[in-house]
C-alpha cells in the first residue's frame, strides 16, 4: 500500500502528546521538508522524499529504544510498502553498517544482516543525509552532529562522523554546489 506526505504528517500530529515528548515529531517534520528540497534540486519525487522523511521515526510512536525496529514493524504491519517500512530500518545506518550509527549498535540478527545487504536507495541516502541535518529546523550537519555527540557519545562516534561528511560531499557533488545554499535558513540557526 503506498502511503502519501499528506498521511504520514497527519500520522506525526496525531502522535503529539503520546510520546514522553514531541521533539521528534518537529524533527521528523523537517527532515521531510529537508528531504523534498534537496529531492526537488535532484529532479527526483519530491513528494516521495517527503514521504519518507516524515515517516523515518515512526517507530518512536511505539517506543524510543528500538525504534527503527518498531518503526519497520508497524509500517509492515498496517500494509504499507516494503520503501516506507525500509526506511525505518536504514534511516540510523549508513554503508551498510549497523556500526556506522550516532547510537551505540545492538545485535538484531534480522536488522544486521538487512543493512548488511540492501542496496540503499537514493531516497534512503537522502532520508540518511536529512537525519544529520535536522533538529526541529534544518541546521548544518555539523551542528547536528555536535548535538548528537553530546547526547549519545559512543566508541563509534568518529567513524560515523567522518562517513556522515562523506555523505555530505556525495550529495555536493550530485548537485554541483553546497547542499547548504538549498536551505538559507540554515544562517539563521547557526
Known sequence: MK??????????????????????????????????????????????????????DIGKLIRFEGHVMEGYNYLKELGYDDEYCNVCLTHSYLNNDVNCTQGNPSSIPFRTEFIKNHEYTIYEKIINLCDLMCMKNVVTMEKRLIDVISRKPNDNICYHVNEALKLKKYFDDLLGYNLYDLFPEIKENL
Open 3 to 56: 502511503l502519501t506526505s499528506k498521511k504520514a504528517l497527519e500520522m506525526l500530529e496525531s502522535s503529539r502528546g503520546k510520546t514522553p515528548h514531541d521533539g521528534w515529531i518537529d524533527h521528523s517534520i523537517c527532515v521531510g521538508y529537508a528531504a523534498g528540497v534537496i529531492a526537488n534540486a535532484l529532479n527526483l519525487n519530491e513528494e516521495k522524499a517527503k514521504t519518507l522523511g516524515y515517516i523515518h
